[in-house]
């Protein structure tokens, strides 16, 4: 009877901790709203600055693109910040930055103050990016991560829906006034959020690190599926941050991480890394850059445009048909989490990166005949242009829109982690802003239709890569990745407490 009752005493636990995983990955991934709300929303406010204050076609570039480069400040600053503080006290920060940005940026009164607000959301977007996906991996248990940190990605689309409803519902108010409300809006969510990521716990890999076992213990108890899983996780995390398996106690030592150990994380990483250490940081560098370089943000930023140019002249019409395509990346990515754990991450990313390409070559063409006929309406083209960018859109969030946050999180060893991860972010948002703030004048070179056979081009050059280079990580523990990308030091190392245990199992079978 008492075997019969167990599996019933503990099923309810597992469920209560997948819970409370899945509530601290939604917390800490809604800073993404921020990132995601600007995206949305500067597609439509920037047809109005530029009636408003009458600025030109490469102003409005580098104001939409900006804060691509801007957020590298935030980035890389948020590496240090975050084993400085603590991962859920960079995440208030960023929440805190991007307030201040939202502000300034509602109520600019020129374009120099518009531009110095943008200067300042970008660092707290930069902080937000890079934070949330390290924060959702590592209070994840491996079972769910894939699932989990893929919200990061969902919330950036469930903010450039926002973004796009903004638009639409402000257009109707004064010129003056609808693009200022537009912006100043999002520093709403930024204060509740900075409010609701006090009640979460802080990363357990983090309080490792710090020496504090009591306390990581407690956050891997609630957020695994069992004890021993807990107690697993803890031991690998141990191992990772340099403090012996027989050393144990609520406070420990945990080996001096001075400027020799910042030293050390960039020769590990950057100047003399191993062939597995070099070939991580290449994976999780390239994932960020063909996922911007493919041309997201220049279907998702100037979407508007996009449609203009098939054909779509009424500013409602537009900016209507423009939420089509946040509802449809919205639905496809909220799709793509369910599958992120049970298909894994390359098939999704080979499928989407494919889909990618036969949507761009559509687009292209459709845009192409759209251009050669400008005083006739061609339905066919038109429609063939909204649906590839639909299409598009959709892929991109079924799998390589999803998965480049959730690889990139996952794959750098704990000590070079957070340097890593700013790193590909930092590469992110680069190609992000290259692409934002030449779209327009890349048009006006090769033609609109042109840019997306080019961006097609690209996505064929990234479906390779994905194919040769990146290996499947699904079900992996963070500890266990340095040997799938052929670390042999960590392999033997992870193998040992396996065969410890077998031999534990076989005298205790004696």
């Known amino acids: 009877m008492a075997s019969a009752a167990l599996p019933e005493?503990?099923?309810?636990?597992?469920?209560?901790?997948?819970?409370?995983?899945?509530?601290?990955?939604?917390?800490?991934?809604?800073?993404?709203?921020?990132?995601?709300?600007?995206?949305?929303?500067?597609?439509?406010?920037?047809?109005?600055?530029?009636?408003?204050?009458?600025?030109?076609?490469?102003?409005?570039?580098?104001?939409?693109?900006?804060?691509?480069?801007?957020?590298?400040?935030?980035?890389?600053?948020?590496?240090?910040?975050?084993?400085?503080?603590?991962?859920?006290?960079?995440?208030?920060?960023?929440?805190?930055?991007?307030?201040?940005?939202?502000?300034?940026?509602?109520?600019?009164v020129n374009y120099a103050m518009l531009m110095f607000g943008r200067f300042v959301a970008g660092i707290g977007v930069g902080y937000a990016l890079m934070i949330a996906p390290v924060?959702?991996?590592?209070?994840?248990?491996?079972?769910?991560?894939?699932?989990?940190?893929?919200?990061?990605?969902?919330?950036?689309?469930?903010?450039?829906?926002?973004?796009?409803?903004?638009?639409?519902?402000?257009?109707?108010?004064?010129?003056?006034?609808?693009w200022r409300i537009m912006l100043g809006i999002g520093a709403a969510p930024s204060v509740l959020l900075a409010l609701m990521v006090l009640g979460m716990p802080e990363s357990p890999r983090w309080l490792v690190m710090k020496g504090r076992l009591a306390d990581a213990k407690v956050v891997l108890e609630k957020t695994s599926n069992t004890a021993e899983e807990a107690a697993e996780r803890l031991a690998d995390i141990k191992a990772a941050a340099g403090i012996p398996e027989e050393l144990?106690?609520?406070?420990?030592?945990?080996?001096?991480?001075?400027?020799?150990?910042?030293?050390?994380?960039?020769?590990?990483?950057?100047?003399?890394?191993?062939?597995?250490?070099?070939?991580?940081?290449?994976?999780?560098?390239?994932?960020?850059?063909?996922?911007?370089?493919?041309?997201?943000?220049?279907?998702?930023?100037?979407?508007?445009?996009?449609?203009?140019?098939?054909?779509?002249?009424?500013?409602?019409?537009?900016?209507?048909?423009?939420?089509?395509?946040?509802?449809?990346?919205?639905?496809?990515?909220?799709?793509?989490?369910?599958?992120?754990?049970?298909?894994?991450?390359?098939?999704?990313?080979?499928?989407?990166?494919?889909?990618?390409?036969?949507?761009?070559?559509?687009l292209g063409a459709g845009l192409t005949v759209v251009g050669q006929h400008p005083d006739a309406k061609i339905p066919w083209a038109i429609g063939l242009s909204i649906a590839s960018t639909l299409a598009y859109v959709a892929f991109f969030s079924i799998g390589l829109g999803p998965i480049t946050w959730v690889y990139s999180s996952e794959i750098f060893p704990l000590q070079v982690r957070a340097l890593g991860c700013s790193?590909?972010?930092?590469?992110?948002?680069?190609?992000?802003?290259?692409?934002?703030m030449t779209f327009l004048s890349l048009s006006k070179a090769i033609t609109i239709g042109g840019s997306f056979?080019?961006?097609?081009?690209?996505?064929?050059?990234?479906?390779?890569?994905?194919?040769?280079?990146?290996?499947?990580?699904?079900?992996r523990t963070l500890e266990e990745m340095s040997k799938l990308f052929g670390d042999t030091a960590a392999a033997s190392e992870s193998d040992e407490p396996a065969k410890e245990k077998k031999k534990v199992e076989m005298a205790a079978t004696n």
Not at 153 to 163: A, K, M, T
Not at 334 to 352: I, Q
Not at 423 to 436: D, E, K, Y
Not at 457 to 464: E, F, K, Y
């Open 453 to 475: 056979f080019l961006y097609s081009g690209i996505a064929a050059l990234a479906w390779v890569f994905f194919y040769t280079y990146l290996p499947e990580t699904r079900g």
């Open 248 to 362: 144990d106690g609520d406070v420990v030592t945990v080996p001096k991480r001075g400027s020799g150990n910042e030293k050390r994380v960039w020769k590990e990483l950057i100047l003399s890394p191993t062939p597995a250490m070099r070939r991580i940081l290449l994976s999780g560098i390239g994932i960020h850059f063909f996922q911007q370089a493919s041309g997201i943000d220049s279907v998702v930023l100037y979407s508007p445009r996009v449609f203009k140019s098939a054909g779509i002249t009424d500013d409602k019409h537009l900016l209507g048909t423009t939420c089509a395509v946040g509802v449809t990346k919205t639905l496809f990515i909220l799709v793509a989490t369910f599958f992120l754990d049970r298909v894994g991450r390359r098939p999704l990313l080979l499928s989407s990166t494919g889909g990618m390409i036969l949507s761009l070559i559509g």
């Open 9 to 108: 005493a503990v099923a309810p636990k597992k469920k209560g901790n997948v819970r409370f995983a899945f509530a601290c990955a939604i917390l800490a991934s809604m800073t993404s709203i921020l990132l995601g709300y600007d995206i949305g929303v500067m597609s439509g406010a920037s047809l109005y600055i530029k009636k408003d204050f009458n600025i030109s076609d490469g102003k409005v570039e580098v104001l939409m693109g900006i804060l691509n480069l801007y957020s590298l400040i935030g980035s890389f600053a948020a590496g240090r910040t975050s084993d400085w503080i603590g991962r859920r006290y960079t995440i208030v920060f960023a929440a805190v930055i991007f307030f201040a940005g939202a502000f300034l940026m509602g109520f600019a």
């Open 135 to 178: 924060y959702t991996a590592e209070v994840s248990p491996a079972s769910a991560r894939g699932f989990l940190t893929s919200f990061p990605e969902v919330f950036i689309n469930f903010g450039i829906l926002l973004g796009y409803v903004s638009n639409y519902a402000f257009s109707r108010l004064p010129l003056n006034l609808g």
């Open 423 to 436: 790193l590909g972010v930092a590469a992110n948002r680069v190609t992000s802003g290259v692409i934002s």
